[in-house]
């Protein structure tokens, strides 16, 4: 659990400098990532849009209560992970080494498998 990389399905947002994870508890990665540094990446490909962004940052994670401006802001949850019911964890990353590419397209579409 501890190895570096692993990839967990997580919805995030940015709130007050931080970015706050949602992660499914079952998966129990919040386990093995409390207190640890991780690297987490986002971006806009599958948007289709004719900019898109990746982010990727480092930053120690720690297993939080967000607040109820958090929630709302997270959204609907999932109804089920790995078919069973979705209980919800969320993790706090102070973003440290973060590294920001844009690539800017021409009026047609990019497509969608190839940057």
Excluded at 76 to 87: I, L, T, V
Aim: overall charge neutral.
């Amino acid at each position: 659990m501890r190895a570096m990389p692993f990839v967990a399905p997580a919805r995030h947002i940015v709130h007050h400098g931080s970015v706050v994870l949602r992660i499914h508890r079952g998966f129990g990665y919040h386990r093995a990532c409390n207190g640890s540094v991780v690297a987490y990446g986002a971006d806009s490909f599958d948007r289709g849009g004719r900019n898109v962004w990746s982010v990727q940052f480092i930053g120690t994670a720690r297993i939080v209560c967000p607040t109820d401006e958090e929630r709302r802001l997270f959204g609907p949850e999932p109804e089920r992970a790995d078919g069973e019911p979705f209980d919800p964890v969320f993790m706090r990353v102070e973003p440290q080494f973060v590294t920001l590419h844009t690539l800017d397209y021409r009026e047609e579409q990019p497509s969608g498998h190839a940057a």
